[in-house]
Every structure is written in structure tokens, then in C-alpha cells.
């Protein structure tokens, strides 16, 4: 996918496989990265996969307010898709993390 990018860099199924890959290998940061420039080419139902796999990429950033902007953005759009039920898990689960946080604990 590095080759496709270096002659395009607006290849979008080069920048999905990248974002996946690095979201696979943890290096979560550079998954958002990917995901954001996904989301800058593409449109429709590829895009808001892109923002449910960001998502999960920002879980793993502690960024849980902008997981949960990206999980609302996927089930508004595709409220009974393939990742609804785990969408609302990660829902839930960034809900609890930000409430820790602003309990403190």
C-alpha cells in the first residue's frame, strides 16, 4: 500500500489497508492518522466504517470523547450494521471511561 501512495495519495483502498494494518499492530496514533485521511477521500458507507475502526483507534489513545463522536457518527449512519451491537459496547464503555475521568478516579 506504501507503493500506492507514493503515486497517489488519495488511493483510497491504500489508505484503508495501511490504517488497518497499523490499528492491527496497536500503533493506534498513526491509525487515527490513517483513518482521518481515509475519511478525507472517501464517502458513504466506506467512510463510516472508517470512522467505527477510528474509533477503536482512538480507544486505544484514551481519547474516549472523540471515540465516542466516532461511534455516533457510524451508528447514525448505519444504525443496524455488521459493528452496530460492538459500536454501542465501545459507546458504553468510552461513557464509563469519561465519567472515571471526571470523577477523578
Known sequence: ??????????NGNALAERALNLLN??????AV???????GVTSGTVALQAHYL????YIGCK???????????????LPNGPDAEN???RQE????A????????
Open 87 to 89: 459500536a454501542r459496547k
Open 63 to 77: 481519547k474516549y470523547r472523540a471515540a465516542l463522536d466516532d461511534f455516533d457518527a457510524y451508528l447514525n449512519g
Open 33 to 39: 492518522e490513517g483513518f482521518t485521511a481515509l475519511l
Open 54 to 57: 477510528r474509533g477503536m483507534a
Open 1 to 10: 500500500c506504501d507503493w500506492l501512495l507514493s503515486r497517489n495519495k488519495n
Open 25 to 30: 499492530r496497536e500503533d493506534y496514533a498513526s
Open 93 to 96: 464503555q468510552c461513557k464509563t
Open 98 to 105: 469519561l465519567e472515571k475521568e471526571k470523577g477523578g478516579g
